[in-house]
């Protein structure tokens, strides 16, 4: 079955800068690529998502890059602020449902 | 937004005895899922439901395990009898359908089940 590697399990910047995340990913049938955002004590908050026909997808401050080649994917946050500060979890499926969560990077935004 | 609500919070209960988790769906939503953390691993599928019927389920999904949605209530997930190692978070997530826009997972808070 699928696997989801995410690599960074936490990452800090300081308030302004980029912060990126990276997550590979083992089958080659999975298209459909969502980010889930989880602040403490609340919910998964879906952020973005990408799917295989295309290799970037942007929304405001977030860019997510898909590269089928090598199974990899990453969500780049510009112009970081406190507030996004929470648990990012990225995932692969292969058709929509049956989503196979990565680990979850704990990203700090130092104001 | 729209919201996934889970009850309880927080269960704690003895090996042996049953469990039913409640999840209340998006209103308008088709499929729903469970998925199981345990604390410091990676949130894990455990099964999807649409139309009266679990259409996939993962090994986690044990046969101990069961779901179903009477009557358009609550999405449930009952665990009878309960063991140890099904202590974890219980997130419920709904989707309005599988393609596009439509197949974006809403997720509850989760239950955190402990099992002694």
């Known amino acids: 079955g699928e696997k989801v590697e995410q690599h960074e399990s936490t990452l800090s910047v300081r308030e302004g800068d980029s912060a990126v995340i990276n997550c590979t990913y083992t089958d080659t049938a999975s298209s459909y690529f969502p980010w889930y955002k989880q602040e403490a004590g609340k919910s998964l908050h879906f952020v973005i998502d990408i799917r295989s026909n295309v290799d970037r997808k942007q929304s405001q401050r977030l860019t997510v890059l898909l590269d089928k080649k090598a199974k990899r994917f990453s969500l780049h946050i510009t112009a970081t602020q406190p507030e996004d500060s929470a648990i990012y979890f990225c995932?692969?499926?292969?058709?929509?449902?049956?989503?196979?969560f990565g680990t979850g990077t704990s990203l700090l935004v130092d104001p | 937004g729209p919201k996934v609500l889970q009850i309880p919070s927080h269960q704690i209960i003895d090996m042996g005895q049953m469990v039913t988790l409640n999840c209340d769906p998006v209103s308008n939503h088709l499929y729903f899922y469970w998925y199981k953390q345990i604390l410091g691993q990676q949130m894990e599928f455990l099964v999807n439901f649409y139309n009266g019927k679990v259409m996939e389920k993962s090994k986690l999904f044990k046969d101990q395990f069961s779901v179903e949605r009477p009557d358009g209530s609550y999405f449930t997930l009952k665990i009878q009898p309960t063991a140890l190692e099904d202590s974890a978070v219980y997130f419920c997530a709904s989707s309005l359908g599988l393609g596009g826009r439509k197949a974006e997972q809403f997720f509850g808070p989760g239950t955190r089940l402990t099992v002694l």
């Open positions: 995932a692969a499926s292969d058709m929509g449902y049956k989503l196979t």
